[in-house]
Nanobody, 114 residues
Framework: QLVESGGALVQPGGSMKLSCAATGTNFGTFFMHWFRRAPAKEREWVATIGTRRVETYDDSVKGRFTISRDDDKNTVYLQMNNLIPEDTAVYYC??????????WGQGTQFTVSS
């Protein structure tokens, strides 16, 4: 099970850190992802961190967002800086196992607005 937290209202140019806590075992064996769904748009991939902490990002967030993980706490994070209104979305974390099975969180709403 994955539970996201950190949804809020932030002004443009601001920062926010989302968290996603996982229950269960073997967290360190999962690839962890962040996705988002903006209003009236399809869900889109944001970032992934692998089991060896290799990070990949969509071009729309590269240089502004940082994904990280703490395997001791079974938690993945998304640090978001220099936020723009287009970052407004429901943010989801997901975990993909070594057998390519993916589990999703319930999502957390995040709004960038002045």
């Amino acid at each position: 099970q994955l539970v996201e937290s950190g949804g809020a209202l932030v002004q443009p140019g601001g920062s926010m850190k989302l968290s996603c806590a996982a229950t269960g075992t073997n967290f360190g064996t999962f690839f962890m992802h962040w996705f988002r769904r903006a209003p009236a748009k399809e869900r889109e991939w944001v970032a992934t961190i692998g089991t060896r902490r290799v990070e990949t990002y969509d071009d729309s967030v590269k240089g502004r967002f940082t994904i990280s993980r703490d395997d001791d706490k079974n938690t993945v994070y998304l640090q978001m800086n220099n936020l723009i209104p287009e970052d407004t979305a429901v943010y989801y974390c997901a975990a993909t196992s070594s057998r390519y099975e993916t589990v999703w969180g319930q999502g957390t709403q995040f709004t960038v607005s002045s």
